[in-house]
Structures are given as structure tokens and as C-alpha cells.
């Protein structure tokens, strides 16, 4: 049965499945401060599970159901293989937000997911780059690679390798000195956004609107959310902290 099954999609199948198993692992060994989500209870911790889930698998499809609108068969794009973790991120950091003001969580749980989300895209990306999808446009860099057959690209999912360790070494190193509190998965994501909006220029998607395309669109009105989100929660801590100091 094995045997059947290209050794693309089996290295990307294993990688998958590593990814997800390091998710929970690192989570598991964060310091117990650093778990903000402990102190909810088996419903609200399945809730927001939930809400992760299904808003990262729907939006990780939208791109692409976009991209196949007036194409023969567009609808069709719900149920092809195609997804796009940023998009997905999207979704799922929306959906857990909307679900948590529903059940009336009111402090942060993000920080408990950025350190591990860090380390399971890194080793994720690695299942895309063994898969040959993902990859980025043709290049003359000698460390570009044929995938496919299609000449020298860029290895666009090891830049992505790249930027998720180095940012699960930086959200260690915040874990560990407590800094940043409450605010690191913000931090990340909004650190993703970046990088995302600036290689994109390497990557070989077609311009959706006013000279960008849908990623980029999709991570610059992302980072700019989160960014207005992290400038007023701090706004809020501040006069908490105020109005503490008064009393």
C-alpha cells in the first residue's frame, strides 16, 4: 500500500503529522506562566480548539476559491487539495477572537500557542519543500532548486524554514525573560505579515488588485488589525495601570 504512494506525499504526509506532534509537545514544555490557557476549563478549551480548526481549514481554502471564480468548475476549489497556511492563520486567530468575546473570555491566551505555532510551520515547511509545492520563481542563485522539472527556483519553503526558527529561538528567549507579555503571538504574527508581504515578490502568484497579490493583501490588512489590536490593548493596560495607582 506504501509502496503506492509518491515519496513526495509520503515526506510531506510525515512532516505534517511531525509538525503537529512538536505543536503539542512545546506547548506542553512551556513554563506553566507562560499558559495563560490553563486556567480555562475543558469547555472553553475544546471551544476554542474548535474555532481554530474550522477557521483556519475555511480560510485556508478562500484564496483559492477566489483565484477559480468565472473558471468551468470554480466551485470545485472547496474540495482540492490546495491550502494556504497563511490565510489559515487568518482564519483561525479570527475565529478563536470572535469565540472567546461569545463565551467571555477576557484575557489573553495567545502566548501559548506562538512559540509552538513557530516550531510546527518550521518543521511543516519542510513536508512543502520535500513536496515540491510552495516553492518560489526561477532563479540563477546557486542554491536554487528544480522542482518538478522546471529549472532552478527559489527554495522559498527553507526562507520559510529559516524565519520560523529563528522566530521560535526569539519567542524562547521572550518565554524565558517574561517579556512581551500576553503580546508574543502578536509579535510573531505580525512578524510573519512582513516577511510574508515582502516575499511574495519571489513567489509566483499573479497580481489580484492595485499591483499586489491576494497574500499580500491578505497579510498587510492582517498585520495592520493586529497592530491597531496590540496599540489599543496597550492603550487599556495603561490606564489600568493608572487607575490602580489612583485607588
Request: net charge positive; aromatic share 12%.
Amino acid at each position: 500500500m506504501i509502496d503506492s504512494i509518491e515519496p513526495e506525499r509520503l515526506f510531506y504526509s510525515v512532516f505534517m503529522a511531525l509538525a503537529f506532534v512538536a505543536f503539542i509537545v512545546v506547548r506542553r514544555l512551556l513554563p506553566r506562566e507562560s499558559s495563560p490557557i490553563s486556567r480555562l476549563d475543558l469547555r472553553q478549551q475544546v471551544l476554542l480548539a474548535t474555532a481554530a480548526f474550522v477557521g483556519g481549514m475555511i480560510c485556508a481554502k478562500i484564496p483559492f476559491v477566489l483565484a477559480s471564480i468565472g473558471k468551468p468548475h470554480g466551485v470545485l476549489a472547496w474540495a482540492a487539495d490546495g491550502k494556504t497556511v497563511t490565510a489559515g492563520l487568518v482564519g483561525a486567530y479570527l475565529c478563536v477572537e470572535f469565540t472567546k468575546r461569545l463565551i467571555g473570555i477576557t484575557f489573553k491566551t495567545g502566548d501559548s500557542f506562538a512559540l509552538p505555532l513557530a516550531v510546527a510551520l518550521a518543521i511543516g515547511r519542510l513536508g512543502c519543500f520535500f513536496n515540491g509545492c510552495c516553492h518560489g520563481i526561477a532563479t540563477n542563485l546557486p542554491w536554487g532548486v528544480d522542482f518538478h522539472g522546471l529549472g532552478p527556483m527559489h527554495p522559498t519553503q527553507l526562507y520559510e524554514v529559516l524565519f520560523h526558527a529563528s522566530m521560535a529561538m526569539l519567542l524562547w528567549h521572550l518565554t524565558l525573560s517574561r517579556k512581551m507579555p500576553t503580546h508574543r503571538l502578536q509579535f510573531y504574527l505580525i512578524s510573519y505579515c512582513i516577511y510574508r508581504f515582502i516575499t511574495e515578490s519571489i513567489r509566483p502568484e499573479p497580481v489580484f488588485a492595485v499591483g499586489l497579490t491576494i497574500f499580500q493583501w491578505t497579510v498587510l490588512l492582517f498585520g495592520i488589525g493586529l497592530a491597531i489590536q496590540w496599540i489599543t490593548e496597550l492603550r487599556d493596560e495603561a490606564r489600568e495601570e493608572a487607575r490602580k495607582e489612583l485607588s
